[in-house]
């Protein structure tokens, strides 16, 4: 196994049980086993775990218990036999354009909104903060041991924290299984969350949304239902081109919530249009559910107010033109 791996305070509480008497218990569904901690009540009912292990269909394998967000939880790995579902009615292709204002646009014209459950409950959380820190909290370089009116404040924020995370959750499950239930061909980008969370200005909105966590989903559950998951190249410019003539434009500003074309002079409101041009993506030649698609080039105009050489040089892998002025 090799030398033992310590784990940093801060990482999630979990230990893992592999051997011993564990699993489900005969008197109800409402209690498991664990080693050594014995016979313990769960708030969910095992119910439909304990059928697939009466008729013989699913055997546990292992038990991992964890602390999140307040609370303790168990889980089972389970080896199950389950029948291949069958295939729904073919619905065709639908491109979802993800964001803040709202939570998905699909290219059928609907538009699903965003909850924010997180700004929802910030006059809450405000105030049980604002609670927690009138508290005496622990401090390890004096030895100041916390109070218990500060646990119990902290516990409140913690439950606070787990019911909005449950409340986005259920909602990604829910529009997740319908997108893969209702279509034959979903196509998602491939957004850089990190980098979108940089941003101050829209870092709470972003994180907010759970785009990861909705592709997350979207990947395992196509994949169950064998239904054909596209994702565009993470520079595609969806919201750049025309959905109409295909024309792309060298620069769009966030600001700008109705996308008109130059060209041909479409007009259509910007998540619907980013969302139009997923949907064409999945028609083009050669794209696969195991790749990444790309589109037209984007070329944009530059700046031509830019004169310097800023950028260039051995620090960037950049050589300077030939014949350029050495800067000052």
Excluded at 70 to 94: C, H, L, M, N, Y
Excluded at 104 to 119: F, Y
Excluded at 268 to 286: F, V
Aim: aromatic share 4%.
């Amino acid at each position: 196994m090799g030398f033992p791996r310590f784990r940093s305070k801060r990482a999630a509480w979990s230990c893992r049980f592999t051997t011993g008497a564990f699993g489900l218990t005969e008197q109800d569904r409402r209690h498991v086993r664990l080693p050594r901690i014995g016979v313990v009540r769960t708030h969910e009912s095992t119910r439909k775990l304990a059928r697939h292990v009466e008729r013989g269909t699913a055997r546990i394998r292992s038990a991992t218990v964890s602390f999140r967000r307040g609370r303790w939880q168990v889980s089972f790995s389970v080896e199950i036999t389950k029948a291949d579902p069958a295939p729904a009615t073919r619905g065709g292709t639908v491109g979802v354009d993800l964001g803040v204002k709202s939570l998905a646009v699909l290219s059928t014209g609907e538009v699903i909104a965003n909850p924010k459950h997180l700004e929802a409950a910030q006059r809450e959380l405000r105030r049980l903060q604002r609670r927690a820190a009138r508290q005496q909290g622990p401090d390890p370089r004096t030895g100041r041991k916390a109070s218990n009116r500060w646990r119990k404040a902290q516990a409140r924020i913690a439950q606070l924290h787990t019911a909005i995370a449950n409340a986005r959750t259920d909602g990604l499950h829910q529009l997740s299984t319908r997108l893969v239930d209702e279509f034959d061909t979903i196509v998602l980008e491939d957004l850089h969350v990190a980098g979108m969370v940089r941003n101050r200005q829209l870092a709470r909105a972003v994180s907010g949304v759970g785009m990861g966590e909705l592709r997350r989903q979207v990947t395992y559950k196509a994949a169950w239902s064998d239904r054909e998951l596209i994702v565009a190249d993470r520079w595609y410019p969806s919201s750049k081109t025309c959905s109409d003539c295909h024309a792309v434009k060298a620069t769009l500003r966030l600001s700008a919530r109705v996308f008109t074309c130059e060209h041909c002079g479409h007009s259509a409101d910007r998540d619907l249009n980013a969302a139009r041009n997923l949907a064409n993506l999945a028609e083009t030649a050669g794209c696969t559910s195991s790749q990444s698609c790309g589109a037209t080039e984007n070329e944009p105009a530059g700046n031509p107010r830019k004169t310097s050489l800023a950028g260039t040089g051995y620090r960037h892998g950049k050589t300077a033109p030939t014949g350029a002025a050495k800067a000052a």
